[in-house]
């Protein structure tokens, strides 16, 4: 099968995109993009919140918490070399989301 690039359009919260991919990557690639999609709706559902950028972001760090969790969640889970346990991960995602929320809040005020 040839590995020349394909192009998919998809839609994510409404924006439209068009990713490159193999046919036999098209299956798995519909799944994640329903995956992201899911998982920013409800989170700007949940946060009321309707900024792209911090959408993606949180749903980001979310999916890659799921996924750090289901390959096991224990205390030594590598990331960059690094090990860090769950709960540490948690509180780097909470600390993440408190910066980006004061950063936003500040770049909303200059919107306005």
Aim: net charge negative; charged share 25%; glycine share 6%.
């Amino acid at each position: 099968m040839s590995l020349e690039a394909n192009f998919l359009d998809v839609k994510i919260m409404g924006r439209e995109y068009r990713v490159a991919c193999t046919p036999d990557e098209r299956e798995a690639l519909l799944l994640a993009v329903d995956l992201v999609d899911g998982k920013m709706r409800e989170i700007a559902q949940r946060t009321k919140n309707t900024i792209a950028e911090r959408v993606a972001v949180m749903a980001a760090l979310h999916i890659a918490h799921e996924h750090l969790s289901a390959a096991g969640g224990t205390p030594g889970i590598t990331i960059s070399g690094e090990a860090v346990d769950s709960s540490d991960i948690k509180r780097r995602i909470d600390a993440m989301g408190a910066r980006l929320d004061a950063v936003l809040a500040s770049q909303q005020q200059l919107d306005i």
